[in-house]
């Protein structure tokens, strides 16, 4: 099992490098940053720019190659350079994985498991009132863009802080700029953000994941192991949590794994919408301000993640399927 | 055994659906079971027995709607609650199910969910309970049951997941066990010790066993009463020696009429039951059996028959003719006619002088067996085909038998790819197959064609019958085809109006039969079956083998007949090759093996094999073989059946090195009957 994993940890290490060099060569030829220079009034002279951008390595009169070099000199000692601004991308990325993670992580816990329940209950209930219900509400979810059903959101939660006279939800930021308080009243205040975003992501995933679940559950309840279940002595319900619905697990939980990955720059509206300062954000905002190392850097994040993502899909595998653990 | 029933069913009905697309699959089933008594009910498929036992247990999906009344132990458990019915379930009711490969949850080890089924009804510590599961899984036959019970499913073999199976519904010490063919989907040997076990724990609790099982022959040793269903119904109920020999429905006699049997070897005509099991979504008017029926009358067709009593006290019989015919006035023997043979028995010149239209020399198959998800290496060969000898002479029906596992089918394909074999030689019609250019490839595939087992799968469903027949022969170069299509038609007993229809407008049989022709169409000199009649109902089954024999006498054909039914290759085959492991461990004239097999292997197969015969059954002696078929990736030393050899535990330790050290080779025992045992004699297991 060591040898197996060591293999396969070096194989992703050299996806990673494949994926990132690819993605910083493709910024580095496709942006310019030499622009943000030239827009300005009065234009800076070219002198005063060319060592401007020699100093950031982001002059597209250097060999790309040689910006290469300089470049993954820098990662492999851990520096992924600075920002167009001039600004430590290191120091401004980890603060903004930081907020992303913070935002996904629950986000994912809250859809996993709401989309779990509904996708299983759907199942158990089939052709019922609850299944027609959230598969009617599932398609709708998923019909709906991201930027609608957020504004929605917060159009419901203005109108509900009117209703009740108080601010229950707040709709922009992480935290209330200088709020006093102990740590209590910071963790209340951060909680009351989160809300909102967490919804808009949570309820995208609970309308993909209790599809997913609803199809593999239906797959097992009519398994003759279910029956031996019940044949034993054990209640539908028992027999549908401990048996069925623990079966039909497996292929869901490497499932999440997998768009714990994806989300990580994945969640640009919501970040955009609720003002949370993170990852996807960035990537966007980078883009548009010809930010060739923020790009490569958050390219060479969201590679490691993905990768991250499906060992810990094989391990989750392993850990869920003794089938696979044995051969 | 005259206590009061311990469990009572009476008029039990269970309808599918609602209107007029209901489904009747139940209509009426009473029965009653006492403490120890064992109730046979036998069926074909769609009889309603397996709905019947789920309806006992309240395991049906909920659209089904259930009537009548299940008492255990005089409480009521129809629209009972899933709470109370949990209750009983496990504790005084068990059940053990059709397929042990799927029956256990594959993500927790055995000995847990033998637990599970201990601690559900009983005051018992994990600890407690685990004792107690390794104790009934070495109850059941086990080895080491201690290691097993920390292993999980898959690494269990069929029988000995039906083992387990069998633990769990005997934890609690039941009253009743109901078994859906709890032997099905295993090989004879593996079914024989199961049996065994079943027969054990029921000694051990003293429980009633309702056994649902479609296998006449195992319903003829393991019961006391039988009860028939015909269509949703018991069509005769009676004790197993009534029902057996003083059938009284001619549905009854029909099915023992169509079964082929181990013990008889003379070559005469099944008779099969005309027609096919009526669908439970449309049933004909009056007695659901009229259409089939030979003793049919115009009474039949206004009502349906009751169950009534015939003469001898307990055994009833559902037929308006049942009268007459216990009276004497219709004898049971001219009831049933055998078809009339078309043409008298063709004579054939003495086996040596016939040509040899295929032979296999020292054919080997092995596949490498592989591991790793990502990064695949080798860590063995999977030996299936290890080294197979025989030939098939013109005229002549070749039945190749053995277990699953034995490499009966890889032999097969292997001789169909018509490719140098890794090892060893196969001449089809005389002609090598590994040195042929791919004209004469496409020439001997006219003149060899196969039938496959499951005639669901084995026929395009977007292909109409015309297209289906026509394909072979355009490929080969035939025009007007319109002729030839409705001539192998009616060869084959279908109607040629019917080429224009699908595949999903035929039954089981009639599909068989399409495939038959579809082998036929080109004319070839040989037929290679694979388990041809497996997937069909006996009654549907011997009107196929009656026809592949006609067809066999009319055109000269040549079969290898591939199957794991030993009673369909006695009454089919002119020769027998038994493998094991990948070898011949016996071959021979049908005749002579099954009389005095010679093999310690054929012995114990072939004493495996169920006859429906109770008498019979009940005076036969089970030669029991121990353990599974070992892997062929690392089949044992010298002799590969040692492990398991019956005659291998009773020779002297000197003896014993040679079985060890030596492979033994087919040795001639007279004619051409061989064996592969060094200490090979003969021994009467029928």
């Known amino acids: 099992m060591a040898g197996f994993l060591a293999r396969r940890l070096l194989n992703y290490v050299a996806l990673i490098v494949v994926a990132t060099s690819l993605a910083y060569m493709l910024a580095a030829s496709a942006l310019n940053p030499r622009s943000n220079y030239e827009q300005r009034t009065p234009p800076p002279p070219p002198a005063v720019v060319d060592a401007r951008l020699d100093e950031l390595n982001l002059n597209d009169e250097t060999p790309l190659f040689q910006r290469y070099l300089r470049w993954s000199w820098g990662v492999l000692r851990g520096d992924f350079g600075r920002t167009v601004a001039g600004d430590e991308v290191n120091a401004d990325l980890a603060r903004r994985a930081g907020v992303s993670l913070r935002l996904i992580l629950v986000g994912l816990f809250v859809g996993s498991i709401a989309g779990v329940l509904v996708g299983a209950l759907a199942a158990v209930w089939q052709y019922g009132v609850f299944d027609r219900l959230t598969t009617g509400a599932s398609f709708i979810v998923l019909a709906v863009p991201t930027v609608v059903l957020a504004n929605i959101l917060i159009i419901g939660a203005v109108w509900f802080n009117d209703l009740v006279g108080a601010q229950i939800f707040l709709v922009s930021g992480e935290t209330t700029p200088g709020l006093e308080g102990g740590l209590p009243a910071q963790l209340f205040d951060r909680l009351r953000h989160l809300v909102l975003p967490t919804l808009s992501l949570s309820l995208g995933l609970i309308a993909v994941y209790s599809r997913y679940q609803r199809n593999l559950m239906l797959d097992v309840l009519g398994a003759d192991f279910v029956r031996t279940a019940r044949a034993k002595g054990l209640r539908r319900r028992t027999a549908l949590t401990r048996h069925a619905l623990r079966t039909a697990l497996i292929p869901a939980a490497t499932y999440f794994a997998f768009t714990f990955g994806a989300l990580l720059t994945g969640t640009t509206f919501t970040e955009k919408i609720f003002g949370w300062h993170g990852l996807g954000e960035r990537l966007i905002d980078s883009i548009f301000t010809n930010d060739v190392n923020t790009v490569a850097a958050i390219s060479c994040l969201a590679a490691f993640a993905v990768l991250l993502a499906a060992l810990a899909s094989d391990l989750m595998q392993a850990v869920l399927d003794p089938r696979v653990r044995m051969g | ?686």
């Open chain 2, 1 to 686: 055994m005259r206590d009061e029933p311990v469990l009572t069913v009476s008029d039990l009905s269970v309808t599918f659906g609602m209107g007029r697309g209901a489904v009747h699959a139940v209509r009426g089933v009473s029965f009653d079971v006492r403490p120890g008594e064992v109730l046979g009910v036998v069926g074909e498929s769609g009889s309603g027995k397996s709905v019947s036992a789920l309806a006992v247990m309240g395991l049906l999906p909920p659209n089904a709607r259930v009537s009548g009344s299940v008492r255990l132990l005089g409480t009521e458990l129809l629209g009972a609650s899933d709470k109370r019915l949990a209750d009983f379930r496990g504790r005084a009711l068990s059940m053990v199910f059709q397929d042990p490969l799927s029956a256990l949850t594959p993500v927790y080890r055995v000995g847990d969910q033998i637990a599970e089924a201990l601690m559900v009804h009983r005051r018992l510590t994990r600890a407690q309970a685990a004792r107690r599961a390794v104790e009934l899984l070495d109850l059941v036959g086990i080895p080491s049951p201690e290691q097993r019970a920390m292993a999980f499913p898959h690494e269990f073999s069929g029988g000995m997941r039906q083992r387990a199976v069998i633990a769990m519904a005997i934890a609690n010490d039941p009253d009743v066990i109901i078994c859906d063919e709890p032997t099905t989907a295993l090989d004879v040997t593996i079914q024989a010790q199961v049996l065994d076990v079943l027969r054990k724990a029921q000694h051990e609790t003293g429980a009633a066993i309702v056994l649902i099982t479609h296998d006449l022959g195992i319903v003829a040793g393991f019961v006391d009463r039988v009860l028939v269903m015909y269509a949703g119904r018991p069509v005769e109920v009676g004790t197993v020696d009534e029902v057996y020999y003083r059938s009284r429905m001619p549905y009854t006699l029909g099915l023992l009429g169509s079964v082929p049997r181990l013990d008889r070897g003379e070559h005469g005509r099944l008779v099969p039951i005309v027609g096919n099991p009526p669908s439970p979504a449309a049933l004909p008017e009056g007695c659901p059996f009229s259409p089939r029926c030979p003793l049919v009358v115009a009474d039949c067709r206004s009502a349906e028959p009751p169950l009534l009593p015939v003469r001898h006290g307990g055994h009833l019989a559902a037929c308006v003719r049942a009268g007459e015919i216990d009276g004497g006035d219709l004898p049971p023997e001219r009831i049933y006619r055998a078809p009339e043979r078309a043409a008298p028995r063709p004579v054939h010149a003495p086996r040596e002088e016939r040509e040899v239209v295929l032979g296999v020399d020292g054919l080997v198959k092995h596949y490498p067996l592989m591991r790793g998800a990502v990064f695949k290496r080798r860590i063995g060969t999977v030996r299936a085909v290890d080294g197979v000898t025989f030939d098939l002479r013109e005229g002549e029906t070749l039945g190749l038998v053995g277990e699953s596992g034995c490499g009966k089918t890889t032999t097969l394909m292997e001789i169909l790819r018509l490719v140098r074999p890794q090892a060893g030689t196969v001449a089809v019609l005389g002609r090598d197959i590994s040195a042929l250019a791919s004209s004469q490839r496409m020439a001997i595939r006219r003149d060899m064609q196969v039938v496959f087992q499951d005639p669901m799968s084995s026929l395009d469903p977007r292909m109409t019958v015309y297209d289906i027949l026509a394909e072979p022969l355009r490929t080969h170069g035939r025009r007007d085809l319109g002729p030839r299509i409705q001539e192998l038609l009616s060869l084959v007993g279908l109607e040629p109006r019917h080429a224009a229809r699908y595949p999903q407008d035929f039954s089981g049989g009639q599909r068989q039969r399409i495939g038959i022709a579809r082998a036929l169409a080109l004319s070839p000199r040989l037929i290679v079956l694979d388990e041809p009649v497996s997937a069909l109902d006996v009654s549907i089954q011997a009107g196929v083998i009656n026809l592949l024999e006609e067809l066999k006498e009319r055109l000269g054909l040549s079969y290898l007949f591939v199957a794991h039914d030993l009673a369909v290759v006695r009454h089919i085959a002119d020769r027998v090759a038994v493998m094991y492991l990948g070898r011949i461990a016996e071959v021979g004239a049908v005749g002579r093996v099954y009389d005095s097999p010679m093999h310690p292997y054929t012995q114990a197969l072939l004493s495996a094999v169920p006859i429906p015969d109770p008498e019979k059954e009940r005076a036969r002696r089970r030669i029991l073989l121990e353990g599974d078929l070992p892997s062929p990736a690392s089949p044992p030393s010298g002799c590969r059946f040692r492990t398991r050899c019956p005659l291998f535990k009773a020779i002297g330790e000197a003896e014993r090195l040679r079985c060890v050290d030596e492979e033994p080779r087919v040795r001639p025992m007279g004619g051409d009957h061989g064996a592969a045992c060094h200490y090979a004699e003969s021994l009467d297991v029928l």
